[in-house]
């Protein structure tokens, strides 16, 4: 069973991810914030990571790079849920910058179920093609 560290600050957006991962049959770790998802990622071993992009204690990207950094070999999904002041003004992409940091794949809030589904069994499938040849679809 596929085991998913889910790092989010928002306690609601965490438990429905934590819920809907479950009911997936995936083991989850869900995570408040930077450091206790940094202490999960020190602890365990996981198949993909789900991180917040704007976390308190953990500026911006921050968050994204050292995840990456302490763990590159697994995939990792940048999530935002950042509102823009205005929509006819240029705002900066910041899922786009998330994956010149590391991310494999971007998430913006809100997303649909299958959404999540799709992007973590891509993730896995991605990142197990590799090690794992010999099992054809």
């Known amino acids: 069973m596929p085991r ?3 790092v989010d600050d928002d306690p609601m957006v965490g438990a429905t991810i934590e819920v809907l991962l479950l009911r997936q049959g995936f083991d989850v770790t869900l ?3 930077g450091e206790t998802g ?3 990622l ?3 071993t996981f198949d993909v990571m789900l991180v917040d992009i704007f976390m308190p204690h953990m500026r911006g990207f921050e968050s994204i790079r050292i995840f990456h950094e302490r763990a590159p070999a697994i995939p990792l999904i940048a999530m935002s849920g ?3 002041a205005s929509s006819a003004s240029p705002s900066p992409d910041f899922l786009r910058m998330a994956l010149e940091l590391g991310a494999m794949r971007c998430l913006r809030k809100p997303f649909t179920p299958e959404t ?3 992007t973590i069994r891509e993730c ?3 990142s197990a093609a590799p090690k794992d040849q010999k099992e054809a679809p």
Do not use: H, M
Request: glycine share 10%.
């Open 38 to 40: 940094l202490a999960a």
């Open 124 to 126: 896995l499938g991605e």
């Open 4 to 6: 998913i560290l889910v």
């Open 31 to 33: 995570t408040d914030g």
């Open 82 to 84: 950042y509102a823009f």
């Open 116 to 118: 999540l589904l799709a």
């Open 42 to 44: 020190e602890a365990q």
